[in-house]
């Protein structure tokens, strides 16, 4: 099919459909105790904490509340680190990386209990991941896995051979996987707008489309300037995450732009195919992801009606969801050829973002505090990530946090533009078709 477009095609969210971030009409105040740079899930959540522990909070946006990858990603809810154990513990030790993967962990505990207690509703379920091995050695290593992640999450984890695979999930162009209980899926757009709401309820001021240009120390404080005028704190958390470096400036937080490496992740999603049609390909509605370098992650739609399909089309900086959307209909038909005649209703884009170490990082730089380094499973990570840095901020934390460490590293002349990801992106898919072609 030379066009996978419906007619009814939009360049942007399918979960705005239901929930787009709305405009406020707050304004700037000329004070604050506490300023969060970053309306996401990491400035929300950490407002909130403030608000519970009796700070007054600020909330500023560059855009609307929620607009970025808090509206935009895939909904698919975990916890844990993206970096191997072992391959951590031998670089930290094989007590504190143990400390690191279980922090990670109680990120997927605390977002359900956040979900329940503030009554949001964001089509949450906890649904369980199947996650496929693009290779017999992924699968291999799949299996090493799987009793680490079971005693880390405290829910089922097992391994299903490629010869039952379609019970998981209707196709043949993988090796099999490993199914992950602790896991769910929610509407992004749904919970970024019930996070903003519990923040407000609890007493935040959230103010959407300022741009901070710089955070200066003034005295015991800090000055934030912004270019809808000046507010001043006694503290300020950032938590920018993937949109730290902003076209022009070097952003709100400078060192912290020079550790964060922003990368273009896409999403289409299908017409509605049927609920009947999309149980036929995912039996039991799980979400869906694989072991490629440069991964392909999928999903059924929270209603059940379409098929939601994400990946890194391509490193190119300055791709649009417009030219991302064919690669994507093509690979997701290379898995399931059974969809290769469905029309895609949606496109877009949003930035996640990648650390050199691989690890989330929260911690405080020049009396500024910050949560940042989702590693591309932001839903939970991020609302986790942001708690912590006000527990930090507030010094309120019943014990150290282990993901607040003071290596965070960065590369030379790196100034937060990626330009870096064309070369490493096309590597990583060189290494992928390699690994199939041998396997």
């Given at each position: 099919?030379?066009?996978p477009?419906?007619?009814?095609?939009?360049?942007?969210?399918y979960?705005?459909?239901a929930a787009?971030?709305?405009?406020r009409d707050?304004?700037l105040p000329p004070?604050?105790?506490?300023?969060?740079?970053?309306g996401?899930?990491a400035?929300l959540?950490a407002a909130l904490?403030f608000r519970?522990?009796g700070?007054?909070v600020?909330v500023l946006?560059?855009?609307r509340?929620?607009?970025?990858a808090s509206?935009r990603?895939?909904g698919?809810?975990?916890?844990g680190?993206?970096?191997?154990?072992?391959?951590?513990?031998?670089h930290?030790?094989?007590?504190k990386?143990?400390?690191?993967?279980?922090a990670?962990?109680?990120?997927?505990p605390?977002?359900?209990?956040?979900?329940?207690r503030?009554?949001?509703?964001c089509d949450y379920?906890?649904?369980?991941?199947f996650?496929?091995a693009?290779?017999?050695?992924?699968y291999?290593a799949?299996a090493?896995?799987?009793?680490t992640?079971?005693?880390?999450?405290?829910?089922?984890?097992r391994l299903?051979?490629r010869?039952?695979?379609?019970?998981?999930?209707?196709?043949?162009h993988?090796h099999?996987?490993?199914v992950?209980?602790?896991?769910?899926s929610?509407?992004?757009?749904?919970?970024?707008?019930?996070?903003?709401?519990?923040a407000?309820?609890a007493?935040a001021?959230l103010?959407?489309r300022v741009r901070?240009?710089?955070?200066?120390q003034?005295?015991?404080?800090?000055?934030?300037r912004t270019?809808?005028?000046?507010?001043?704190?006694s503290?300020v958390?950032?938590t920018v995450?993937g949109?730290?470096?902003?076209a022009?400036g070097?952003?709100?937080?400078?060192?912290?732009?020079r550790?964060l490496?922003p990368?273009?992740s896409y999403i289409?999603?299908t017409?509605?195919?049927?609920r009947?049609?999309?149980?036929s390909i995912?039996p039991?509605l799980?979400t869906?992801s694989?072991t490629?370098r440069?991964?392909?992650?999928?999903?059924?739609s929270p209603d059940g009606?379409?098929i939601?399909w994400?990946?890194?089309a391509?490193?190119r900086?300055?791709t649009?969801p417009?030219?991302a959307?064919p690669?994507l209909?093509r690979?997701?038909?290379?898995?399931?050829?059974?969809l290769?005649?469905v029309?895609?209703?949606?496109?877009w884009s949003g930035n996640?973002?990648?650390t050199?170490?691989?690890?989330?990082?929260?911690?405080?730089?020049?009396?500024?505090?910050?949560?940042?380094?989702c590693q591309g499973?932001g839903v939970a990570?991020?609302s986790?990530?942001g708690?912590?840095?006000?527990?930090l901020?507030?010094?309120?934390g019943?014990?150290p946090?282990a993901?607040?460490?003071?290596?965070?590293p960065t590369l030379?002349?790196?100034a937060g533009?990626?330009?870096?990801?064309?070369?490493?992106?096309e590597?990583?898919?060189l290494?992928?078709r390699?690994d199939?072609?041998l396997?």
């Amino acid at each position: 099919m030379a066009e996978p477009l419906a007619s009814d095609f939009k360049l942007a969210p399918y979960w705005w459909e239901a929930a787009e971030p709305g405009f406020r009409d707050s304004v700037l105040p000329p004070s604050s105790e506490v300023v969060v740079v970053g309306g996401g899930y990491a400035g929300l959540s950490a407002a909130l904490t403030f608000r519970r522990l009796g700070h007054e909070v600020t909330v500023l946006d560059a855009e609307r509340i929620g607009w970025g990858a808090s509206s935009r990603n895939g909904g698919m809810v975990s916890g844990g680190l993206k970096v191997p154990l072992d391959k951590l513990a031998g670089h930290v030790g094989k007590e504190k990386a143990e400390d690191m993967a279980a922090a990670a962990s109680a990120a997927f505990p605390f977002i359900e209990e956040l979900i329940e207690r503030e009554k949001i509703a964001c089509d949450y379920v906890r649904c369980g991941a199947f996650l496929c091995a693009w290779t017999p050695a992924h699968y291999r290593a799949l299996a090493k896995k799987a009793e680490t992640l079971a005693a880390l999450t405290g829910a089922s984890v097992r391994l299903v051979p490629r010869e039952r695979q379609h019970e998981e999930f209707v196709t043949d162009h993988y090796h099999g996987g490993l199914v992950k209980e602790a896991t769910g899926s929610l509407h992004p757009g749904k919970y970024a707008r019930g996070l903003a709401a519990a923040a407000e309820r609890a007493g935040a001021l959230l103010v959407d489309r300022v741009r901070v240009q710089a955070i200066d120390q003034e005295g015991s404080g800090f000055k934030v300037r912004t270019d809808k005028g000046q507010i001043r704190a006694s503290g300020v958390i950032v938590t920018v995450n993937g949109y730290a470096k902003p076209a022009t400036g070097s952003g709100a937080l400078p060192w912290l732009t020079r550790r964060l490496v922003p990368v273009t992740s896409y999403i289409i999603a299908t017409e509605p195919l049927g609920r009947e049609r999309v149980r036929s390909i995912f039996p039991k509605l799980r979400t869906v992801s694989d072991t490629k370098r440069v991964l392909n992650y999928f999903r059924p739609s929270p209603d059940g009606q379409r098929i939601l399909w994400g990946g890194r089309a391509s490193f190119r900086l300055g791709t649009t969801p417009r030219e991302a959307a064919p690669v994507l209909h093509r690979t997701m038909t290379e898995a399931l050829p059974v969809l290769k005649n469905v029309r895609l209703t949606h496109a877009w884009s949003g930035n996640v973002t990648f650390t050199l170490d691989g690890l989330p990082h929260v911690g405080v730089h020049d009396g500024i505090h910050y949560a940042a380094g989702c590693q591309g499973s932001g839903v939970a990570m991020m609302s986790w990530l942001g708690h912590q840095a006000a527990l930090l901020a507030s010094k309120a934390g019943n014990a150290p946090f282990a993901l607040n460490r003071e290596r965070f590293p960065t590369l030379p002349f790196y100034a937060g533009r990626p330009w870096f990801l064309p070369v490493v992106g096309e590597w990583f898919r060189l290494r992928d078709r390699l690994d199939r072609l041998l396997a």
